[in-house]
C-alpha cells in the first residue's frame, strides 16, 4: 500500500537532534514518506549553533516544485526559513502547486542555545505570506509574544493570541507551552471547533533538543493519513513526551530526543 507522503521543507542539523533529520526520523515512526526541501544547512551540535548556509531562494522554490509535481504530498511541513526571500519563495510555490494540501508552520525563530534563525524581515514576510496559507501554526511562547505581541502567558490571554494568528489566516493555532514554569506543559490548541488544553508532565531532562521540529512533523504525519486535527495533535503530542522520557543521554548540552521510542 502506498504510504502517507510527508514534504519538509526545513533546515539541516548536522548533529541530528532537530531539522530535517528530526523530521525524517519522526515521519519513518509514523510509517510516513519523507521527501525534503533544504532551506539551509546549520553546523551545531548539543551545545549550540556555530554557523549557517542558506539556500538560494531558487534553489528552495525548485526543490518543493520537483516533489510536488512528481511524487506529490498529503502534508507539508514548514520548519526553519532564515530569511524573508526564503519565505516568499516557499509561500509562492505554495500557493500555486499545493493549495488543497495540509501545511504546518512551525515558525522557527531561535535554537534551543538561543541562536537567531529568523531575521526580523523574515517574520514579517512570514506573517504577510504563509500564515494565510497554515492549516495549522506552532509556536512557542516566545514565538507566540513575538508574532502577536501577547506577553501574558495565562491561558485566557494564550487562546487570545492564538485567535489573533487565526484572523491573519492560519485555520488554527497550538501554542506550546514548554517555556512557561509550571509542573505541567499546557499546549493549546484552537481551532474552528473550539478550544483543547493538552497538559502533560513536565519532564526535568536537558536532553529536548529538536522536541519543537519532532511535535510539528508528527503533527503532519496524522493529517496527511487524514486524522482529524485534534487527533493528530494528541497522538503527536504523546510521542513527543514518550521520546523526551526515553530520550539516549547523547552529546554534552541539550541532548535530541528518541525518535524511536
Same mark, same amino acid.
Given at each position: 500500500m502506498r504510504p502517507p507522503r510527508l514534504l519538509i521543507i526545513a533546515g539541516s !542539523?548536522? *548533529? $541530528? $537532534?532537530?531539522?530535517?533529520?528530526? !523530521?525524517?526520523?519522526?515521519? *519513518?515512526?509514523?510509517?510516513?514518506?519523507?521527501?525534503?526541501a533544504v532551506t539551509a544547512v546549520t553546523v551545531q551540535n548539543t551545545k549550540g549553533v556555530t554557523a549557517i548556509h542558506a539556500m538560494p531562494p531558487t534553489i528552495v522554490k525548485a526543490q518543493i516544485i520537483a516533489c510536488l509535481s512528481d511524487i506529490g504530498a498529503d502534508a507539508i511541513k514548514i520548519g526553519m526559513l532564515g530569511s524573508a526571500a526564503v519565505v516568499k519563495a516557499v509561500a509562492e510555490a505554495l500557493a500555486k502547486h499545493a493549495r488543497r494540501i495540509p501545511i504546518v508552520l512551525d515558525p522557527v525563530m531561535a535554537a534551543k542555545s538561543g541562536t537567531r534563525l529568523l531575521a526580523a524581515p523574515a517574520m514579517v514576510a512570514l506573517k504577510k505570506h504563509l500564515l494565510p496559507l497554515a492549516t495549522l501554526v506552532t509556536p512557542n511562547l516566545p514565538e507566540m509574544k513575538a508574532l502577536t505581541g501577547v506577553k501574558s502567558t495565562k491561558t485566557k490571554d494564550v487562546e487570545r493570541a492564538a485567535r489573533l494568528l487565526m484572523q491573519t489566516g492560519a485555520k488554527a493555532a497550538l501554542i506550546k507551552g514548554g517555556h512557561a514554569t509550571g509542573a505541567t506543559i499546557d499546549d493549546v490548541l484552537v481551532w474552528e471547533r473550539g478550544v483543547e488544553v493538552l497538559a502533560f508532565p513536565r519532564i526535568k531532562t536537558k536532553h529536548t533538543h529538536g522536541t519543537g521540529c519532532t511535535l510539528s512533523t508528527a503533527i503532519a504525519c496524522g493529517l496527511a493519513r487524514g486524522d482529524s486535527l485534534p487527533l493528530a495533535v494528541g497522538r503527536a503530542r504523546e510521542f513527543v513526551q514518550k521520546a523526551i522520557e526515553t530520550a539516549p543521554g547523547l552529546g554534552k548540552g541539550q541532548g535530541p530526543l528518541n525518535h524511536f521510542a
Open positions: !542539523d548536522c *548533529s $541530528g $537532534g532537530a531539522g530535517l533529520q528530526a !523530521d525524517i526520523k519522526t515521519a *519513518s515512526a509514523f510509517h510516513t514518506y519523507a521527501m525534503t
